[in-house]
């Protein structure tokens, strides 16, 4: 089931979130925090895909830690503050709930993102290779490699020249499913099957892992993503 964690320095507003993801199915309340250094660290080790965040912490904004979080965790921003919805929009969160939350709202929400994460784990996409266009699903995908103005996709038996960037395939395909480990280089984290230093293996095929990408790629093995 797709994980949740709240935070807030109230402990009475996450009594209410608490209630609330009780009667809401779908999603799993995981842990609840009062303060950002415990939910960073909660959120080194588990698979967390949602964040209820109180913008007004006391001791650290609400908006650095969305900045900080933006690009790995759906956030929904909770607060007493009407003034703060501006930069919950311009930050691209799920939703923004003004406290107190009724339970009608808070449900909204959460089925607000899930239908925002129903469209990112979708695995079919078109690419295009010349004049034909294929329908792929992007599990089949072991890795991708950069050639100049294109990029080759590769699978068991067959591979796909498309005329396009790395930056742009990986764009396309399903958040959190591949990982840069060279400018040249992404690979789907489920066909990993052994890593080392300066290369990660695919079976008996070999992909590099440079310098720049390797804390990324080890960041990915610490918390189960490979």
């Given at each position: 089931?797709?994980?949740?964690?709240?935070?807030?320095?109230?402990?009475?507003?996450?009594?209410?979130?608490?209630?609330?993801f009780?009667?809401?199915?779908?999603?799993?309340?995981?842990?609840?925090?009062?303060?950002?250094?415990?939910?960073?660290?909660?959120?080194?080790?588990?698979?967390?895909?949602?964040?209820?965040?109180?913008?007004?912490?006391?001791?650290?904004?609400?908006?650095?830690?969305?900045?900080?979080?933006?690009d790995?965790?759906?956030?929904i921003?909770?607060?007493?503050?009407?003034?703060?919805?501006?930069?919950?929009?311009?930050?691209?969160?799920?939703?923004?709930?003004l406290?107190?939350?009724?339970?009608?709202?808070?449900?909204?929400?959460c089925?607000?993102?899930?239908?925002?994460?129903?469209?990112?784990?979708?695995?079919?996409?078109l690419?295009?290779?010349?004049?034909?266009?294929?329908?792929?699903?992007a599990?089949?995908?072991?890795y991708?490699?950069?050639?100049g103005?294109?990029?080759?996709?590769y699978?068991?038996?067959r591979?796909?020249?498309?005329?396009?960037?790395?930056?742009?395939?990986?764009?396309?395909?399903p958040?959190?499913m591949?990982?840069r480990t060279?400018?040249?280089?992404?690979?789907?984290?489920?066909?990993?099957?052994?890593?080392?230093?300066?290369?990660?293996?695919?079976k008996?095929?070999?992909?590099?892992?440079?310098?720049s990408?390797?804390?990324?790629?080890?960041?990915?093995?610490?918390?189960?993503?490979?």
């Open positions: 089931m797709i994980k949740a964690v709240a935070i807030d320095d109230e402990p009475l507003a996450l009594e209410v979130i608490k209630n609330h009780q009667e809401f199915k779908g999603i799993e309340l995981a842990a609840c925090f009062t303060n950002a250094a415990d939910m960073y660290s909660f959120l080194e080790v588990n698979d967390i895909r949602l964040i209820f965040l109180d913008i007004h912490l006391k001791e650290v904004s609400g908006v650095d830690i969305a900045h900080s979080l933006k790995k965790y759906a956030i921003f909770t607060t007493a503050h009407t003034d703060y919805a501006v930069q919950g929009f311009d930050l691209d969160v799920v939703d923004y709930l406290k107190p939350i009724g339970y009608k709202r808070f449900a909204a929400a089925n607000k993102f899930l239908s925002r994460y129903a469209q990112l784990v979708s695995t079919e996409l690419v295009k290779e010349g004049n034909t266009i294929h329908k792929i699903d599990q089949d995908i072991l991708l490699e950069s050639a103005n294109y990029v080759k996709l699978f068991v038996n591979s796909i020249l498309s005329r396009s960037t790395l930056k742009e395939i990986i764009r396309e395909l958040r959190g591949f990982v060279h400018k040249s280089f992404a690979v789907n984290k489920a066909k990993v099957t052994s890593i080392e230093p300066t290369q990660l293996w695919l008996n095929i070999s992909i590099p892992i440079s310098s990408f390797k804390e990324k790629v080890i960041s990915g093995i610490n918390r189960g993503e490979l």
